[in-house]
Nanobody, 124 residues
Framework: QVQLVESGGGSVEAGGSLRLSCELS????????VGWYRQAEGKEREGVAT???????TYADSVKGRFTIRRDKASNMLYLQMTRLRPEDSAMYYC???????????????????WGKGTQVTVS
């Protein structure tokens, strides 16, 4: 049974940093893509960063150079290190896992197999 649990959100001042974590329970080799999406109030959910089974990371243009996605397979954890945070980064951040081979932040949200419940990030 796949269960994704996010943590690490909070409030931070602009320019600050946060690290989000996601427990990837039950995520095995059949999941070819893991990643982070976010949804700001009143907006569509959008991809932030994804990591495929070969370890290749892809980032949304808005976060390139500021965010880093990393997976620790030994502990089955996924991380999103966020630096130089901006007010427009404020959103609920969701961890995802998917069996599909196409792995990029522009992947349609409706096709994603599994989602966590999210963790809130607020930048002021």
């Amino acid at each position: 049974q796949v269960q994704l649990v996010e943590s690490g959100g909070g409030s931070v001042e602009a320019g600050g940093s946060l690290r989000l974590s996601c427990e990837l329970s039950g995520v095995g080799y059949s999941m070819h893509c893991v990643g982070w999406y976010r949804q700001a109030e009143g907006k569509e959910r959008e991809g932030v960063a994804t990591l495929d089974s070969d370890g290749s990371a892809t980032y949304a243009d808005s976060v390139k150079g500021r965010f880093t996605i990393r997976r620790d397979k030994a502990s089955n954890m996924l991380y999103l290190q966020m630096t130089r945070l901006r007010p427009e980064d404020s959103a609920m951040y969701y961890c995802m896992a998917d069996r599909g081979y196409y792995c990029a932040p522009d992947r349609t949200t409706s096709s994603v197999d599994y989602w966590g419940k999210g963790t809130q990030v607020t930048v002021s």
